[in-house]
């Protein structure tokens, strides 16, 4: 079977800038939210809300990422992670932490994101926005902001293609393929 796109570079836009005003609509001022992108594919998807949010809202949104690896718990099935930059802009205790992702599927990368941030204080509350909910949950999360909701195979991923150069974003559904994301 081919593989089929999900949201073209305008699709994704419209999706990011929705999820901009639903955060917008579920918390009063930006003068305390915190963007946090998962790494790897959540930094870009965070920077791009960021933008939006700070358009809403007339003010600079702080952004930055945050490395999970070191707290998933399939890290002995890895021989050596690969260690991304955690950049948290200042302190987040009592602001309401956003943590972005691209893609959500068993929930595991972001209970690893939920004990990594603690790390850096304890946030009033912690939402989740992703770009995509491929669903097939193994833990009890639930995104509270979500770009596009799609049903999918186990053996199935999805493939986020951003590119920043020249604006030609994609996602795509992979068909039977070897990972899983």
């Known amino acids: 079977m081919p593989d089929s796109l999900l949201l ?7 999706a990011l800038t929705r999820i901009a005003h ?16 998962v ?5 870009h998807i965070a920077h791009r809300l960021a933008k939006t949010l700070g358009e809403l809202w007339g003010q600079p949104i702080p952004c930055g990422s ?31 932490v956003v943590l972005v992702d ?15 941030l603690n790390d850096f204080g304890r946030p009033r509350r912690v939402q989740l926005a992703v770009l995509i909910d491929r669903g097939h949950r193994e833990l009890p999360i639930k995104a509270d902001f979500i770009g596009k909701k799609i ?12 590119n920043e150069a020249d604006g030609e ?3 795509w559904l992979v068909k039977n393929g070897a990972a899983v994301s």
């Not at 490395?67 to 009592?94: Q, W, Y």
């Open 8 to 14: 073209d570079a305008a699709s994704l836009s419209r």
């Open 22 to 37: 639903e955060v917008v609509e579920r918390n009063e001022s930006g003068a305390d939210v915190v963007l946090v992108g």
């Open 39 to 43: 790494q790897t594919g959540g930094v």
């Open 66 to 96: 945050l490395d999970v690896n070191m707290h998933r718990d399939d890290l002995a099935n890895h021989l050596a992670p690969t260690v991304h930059p955690t950049r948290i802009p200042g302190d987040i205790t009592g602001k309401t």
């Open 102 to 116: 691209d893609v959500l599927f068993s929930g595991r990368t972001t209970r690893a994101a939920l004990d990594a």
């Open 151 to 162: 049903v999918t195979r186990a053996n199935e991923r999805v493939n986020v293609k951003l």
């Open 169 to 171: 974003d994609s996602v």
